[in-house]
T-cell receptor, first 111, second 115 residues
């Protein structure tokens, strides 16, 4: 159901860019890619989303490949507060319109 | 703060008791979702409403689970005859649909422990 594949864990040095990959090879033409993160014991926090163009906001950048089968979330200057589980989600436009979260990538930012 | 709120934040109950959780969405958001999250897993979709209509409930875990959104604003999730396996975080999210785009905003969750 998840429709996305992410590495289970990654480390990143504080101040460096964190690049989190996601594979979504079965994505359909009008399905958006969303990224959320969840800091321990809190609700998921929206980061960014996109369809086919690269997107940037105050939190992150989203790079989507031309074939849309994969994407990368970039945190340009990781801080300790960015330590969290990051979820890449393809919103399924079928029954329920729900998000399938999968198990995400646990990012640890190292001082 | 005008974010999604949930009450209570924590609930401890004994097996067999009924529990009810409340979610207040962001005002003007017409969609409301309930998810369950167990340790080490991502949130798992349970059900959702558009205004007061419950449009999808096949993912509710059993007939012990029910949800309402009587006036299209706040929602409640009830679990009857709780079991230890119901221990989890219960998350609520709200959204507004813009064509195929829909950003869900999550509340802080209600953590349930069934003894």
């Amino acid at each position: 159901d998840a429709k996305t594949t992410q590495p289970p864990s990654m480390d990143c040095a504080e101040g460096r860019a964190a690049n989190l990959p996601c594979n979504h090879s079965t994505i359909s033409g009008n399905e958006y890619v969303y990224w959320y993160r969840q800091i321990h014991s809190q609700g998921p926090q929206y980061i960014i989303h996109g369809l086919k163009n690269n997107e940037t906001n105050e939190m992150a950048s989203l790079i989507i490949t031309e074939d849309r089968k994969s994407s990368t979330l970039i945190l340009p200057h990781a801080t300790l507060r960015d330590t969290a589980v990051y979820y890449c989600i393809v919103r399924y436009l079928g029954t329920g319109n729900q998000f399938y979260f999968g198990t995400g990538t646990s990012l640890t930012v190292i001082p | 703060d005008t974010g999604v709120s949930q009450d209570p934040r924590h609930k401890i109950t004994k097996r067999g008791q009924n529990v009810t959780f409340r979610c207040d969405p962001i005002s003007e958001h017409n969609r409301l979702y309930w998810y369950r999250q167990t340790l080490g897993q991502g949130p798992e979709f349970l059900t959702y409403f558009q205004n007061e209509a419950q449009l999808e409930k096949s993912r509710l875990l059993s007939d012990r689970f029910s949800a309402e959104r009587p006036k299209g604003s706040f929602s409640t999730l009830e679990i009857q005859r709780t079991e230890q396996g119901d221990s989890a975080m219960y998350l609520c999210a709200s959204s507004v649909l813009w064509g195929p785009q829909e950003t869900q905003y999550f509340g802080p969750g209600t953590r349930l422990l069934v003894l």
